[in-house]
């Protein structure tokens, strides 16, 4: 007669073994997916320095932002005609948004505009010092100070639309020139064999960092004349 205790002993031990094979089959799954996980190779890129670094973009920066002070010089001399009324005022407008040099007539009237100007300004400060006032003096003083504080209106609004189209130009650029960045990055990752190419500034530790590789992709060296001179020989 079998013993009870080595019948329950056996079927422990056929339990356990079937544990410990579970238990090496998963072990063996987490080693395979670990190894799939380390095997995708990670590069990291600098995109604030690439920014400062790209040249192309740096340029195009530059240019707008002379663009932009051309267009605030050009509001600040409109501060010759803020004693003229809207009419004349916008008659200004549309002669300084002409090519230049302006034709004798256009210049002209431009001198003219700036006379009459002055004239209102000077009459503005002879009203302001006289006291008591008539009722007509009165009256003209108030006509020149709300023609002084709707020109002023007028200039603000003016230098705030420069300022928003400025910001839209250089968000267009920007947008246009990282799409370029993207592309580089995207060709450098293929060609050099990375799986995920992320930005330094989300990274706390790892990955290989490729921002001078990049860059110099980005900012290509530029043709000597000798160079120059060779293509075009080669394409005669």
Request: aromatic share 8%; no cysteine.
């Amino acid at each position: 007669m079998k013993s009870p205790l080595r019948t329950t002993s056996w079927a422990v031990a056929g339990i356990l073994l079937i544990l410990a094979g579970s238990l090496a089959a998963w072990a063996q799954e987490e080693e395979a997916e670990l190894s799939a996980v380390t095997a995708v190779r990670i590069a990291v890129v600098d995109i604030v320095e690439v920014g400062g670094e790209y040249q192309a973009l740096q340029d195009k920066g530059a240019e707008l932002e002379a663009w932009h002070a051309a267009r605030l010089q050009h509001l600040k001399s409109l501060q010759d005609f803020v004693f003229l009324s809207e009419i004349h005022f916008s008659e200004v407008l549309e002669i300084v948004s002409m090519p230049v040099p302006l034709a004798e007539e256009n210049q002209a009237r431009i001198e003219e505009l700036v006379a009459l100007a002055e004239q209102n300004y000077g009459r503005y400060l002879e009203l302001e010092a006289k006291f008591p006032r008539t009722t007509e003096e009165t009256e003209e003083f108030s006509m020149l100070q709300q023609n002084l504080s709707l020109r002023q209106q007028q200039l603000r609004q003016l230098e705030s639309n420069i300022y928003d189209e400025y910001q839209q130009q250089v968000a267009t650029a920007r947008e246009h020139f990282m799409g370029n960045v993207e592309e580089v990055v995207a060709r450098y990752a293929q060609e050099n064999g990375y799986d995920l190419v992320l930005d330094r500034a989300v990274v706390i530790y790892g990955g290989a960092d490729v921002t001078s590789a990049i860059i110099e992709r980005l900012n290509p060296p530029d043709e000597s004349p000798d160079e120059e001179a060779d293509e075009a020989a080669e394409g005669q």
